[in-house]
């Protein structure tokens, strides 16, 4: 079936329309979410923190010390007086949260452990994947634009790999596997803008 010049280019005001609305989103949504991202993920110690351990939501791990020294001379940054957290009977076991994606563990000078994470959030993260619905197979390229823990919102542009090589626009759901291997893969249902639902699996860059 031949497209008209006219529905050509209303797709294509779509598709721009589309792109202009997840910019302008960004700037402003992202924006009230820089705060919170740059106290976990700082490389500085706070006022009552000793020791802080940042991990970021790629796995990066960054360790920030007060170092210090006892009577004896020997530098001991994660607590006073010479004595291994081991031998402390009064340290704080904290478990993280499944699915934060940003963790600052901070200790103070007593050995104290506090946990700072982000578990929701505005965020710009580019991947890449198949999805097929009732008529088509697209590839296609999206950003994920906010999360809690592991469920995600992405805006995506795809292209249909069979028939005519159609662009739509759509918006997907989705859910980052909790598997050791599979770390960075999602499974995504969303629609077009076609109005046809769509199922897939992403994977981000």
Same mark, same amino acid.
């Not at 759901?173 to 992403?202: A, E, M, Q, T």
């Given at each position: 079936?031949?497209?008209? /010049?006219?529905?050509?280019?209303?797709?294509?005001?779509?598709?721009?329309?589309s792109a202009i609305?997840?910019?302008?989103?960004?700037?402003?949504?992202k924006?009230?979410?820089?705060?919170?991202?740059?106290?976990?993920?700082?490389?500085?110690?706070?006022?009552?923190?000793?020791?802080?351990?940042?991990?970021?939501?790629?796995?990066?791990? &960054?360790? !920030? &010390?007060?170092?210090?020294?006892n009577?004896?001379?020997?530098?001991? /940054?994660?607590?006073?007086?010479?004595?291994t957290?081991?031998?402390?009977?009064?340290?704080s076991?904290?478990?993280?949260?499944?699915?934060?994606?940003?963790?600052?563990?901070?200790?103070?000078?007593?050995?104290?452990?506090?946990?700072?994470?982000?578990?929701?959030?505005?965020?710009?993260?580019?991947?890449?994947?198949?999805?097929?619905?009732?008529?088509?197979?697209?590839?296609?390229?999206?950003?994920?634009?906010?999360?809690?823990?592991?469920?995600?919102?992405?805006?995506?542009?795809?292209?249909?790999?069979?028939?005519?090589?159609?662009?739509?626009p759509? !918006?997907?759901?989705?859910?980052?596997?909790?598997?050791?291997?599979?770390?960075?893969s999602?499974?995504i249902?969303?629609i077009?803008?076609?109005?046809?639902?769509?199922?897939?699996?992403?994977?981000?860059?």
């Amino acid at each position: 079936m031949m497209i008209s /010049p006219y529905e050509r280019t209303k797709r294509w005001i779509k598709i721009i329309l589309s792109a202009i609305l997840v910019i302008i989103g960004l700037v402003i949504f992202k924006s009230c979410d820089k705060k919170k991202i740059k106290d976990i993920t700082k490389e500085t110690l706070n006022d009552k923190e000793q020791t802080a351990v940042v991990i970021s939501p790629e796995g990066k791990i &960054t360790t !920030i &010390t007060r170092k210090t020294r006892n009577r004896n001379g020997v530098r001991t /940054p994660l607590l006073p007086g010479g004595l291994t957290q081991s031998e402390r009977n009064d340290v704080s076991v904290v478990k993280g949260t499944d699915g934060a994606r940003g963790t600052r563990v901070s200790i103070d000078k007593d050995g104290n452990v506090k946990l700072t994470e982000r578990t929701y959030g505005f965020l710009n993260e580019f991947g890449t994947g198949i999805y097929a619905t009732t008529r088509y197979t697209r590839f296609f390229i999206d950003d994920q634009v906010f999360f809690y823990r592991r469920h995600g919102v992405s805006i995506n542009v795809g292209v249909t790999l069979n028939g005519s090589k159609e662009v739509r626009p759509g !918006i997907a759901y989705s859910y980052l596997l909790p598997f050791k291997y599979l770390s960075n893969s999602s499974v995504i249902i969303g629609i077009d803008s076609d109005k046809d639902i769509f199922v897939g699996h992403r994977v981000k860059f």
